[in-house]
């Protein structure tokens, strides 16, 4: 009983992160557009502070491309939470070693690595950006990324396992 309990609070605070994200991602959207299309002033604070009015004043292309970057991170967290919803609403806690579960598990994977990666090709940029100017280097948090990715990658492994160990028993019976 203890385990249902503790899933059901994880599966709310799925929903609290996800919901999170996604004003995140939604409120960097209408900030950006706004920097871009109504006030350039916008820039000196895009999102809780966040002030690229250097990078901005180097080149308008190089802004549109960081803070591109920054909302397609943002977006793909926020996928990355709704996926794991998913996961929480097909678990069944009978039979939890499912087909569609371990699916979801091995799509969190390739979007936990798709998203390290970006964050990866970011954080260079983003270096490389600091060599050009005085632009301070975002953190986008690559290196948690790939841990995190390494993680996910070895649990859907093992779930991909207990799913074939599991077919195989209910062959056997």
């Not at 950006?129 to 632009?135: A, G, S, V, Y």
Request: proline share 2%; glycine share 4%; net charge positive.
């Amino acid at each position: 009983m203890k385990t249902k309990q503790i899933l059901s609070i994880m599966h709310i605070v799925a929903w609290i992160l996800f919901i999170g994200l996604c004003i995140k991602a939604g409120a960097l959207i209408i900030s950006f557009f706004v920097s871009l299309f109504v006030n350039e002033y916008a820039v000196q604070n895009i999102y809780l502070g966040l002030d690229f009015s250097r990078l901005y004043n180097f080149s308008q292309l190089h802004y549109i491309i960081t803070v591109s970057l920054i909302i397609l991170i943002a977006s793909l967290k926020a996928y990355l939470f709704y996926l794991l919803i998913n996961v929480f609403r097909k678990v069944d806690f009978n039979s939890p070693f499912t087909e569609p579960v371990a699916q979801l598990l091995s799509k969190i994977n390739k979007v936990v690595l798709y998203t390290a990666l970006i964050a990866l090709l970011a954080s260079g940029y983003s270096a490389w950006l600091h060599q050009q100017t005085f632009f301070y280097p975002y953190n986008w948090g690559a290196q948690s990324l790939l841990f995190m990715a390494g993680v996910v990658f070895i649990v859907a492994l093992l779930f991909k396992r207990a799913v074939e160990i599991q077919s195989e028993n209910e062959l056997t019976i």
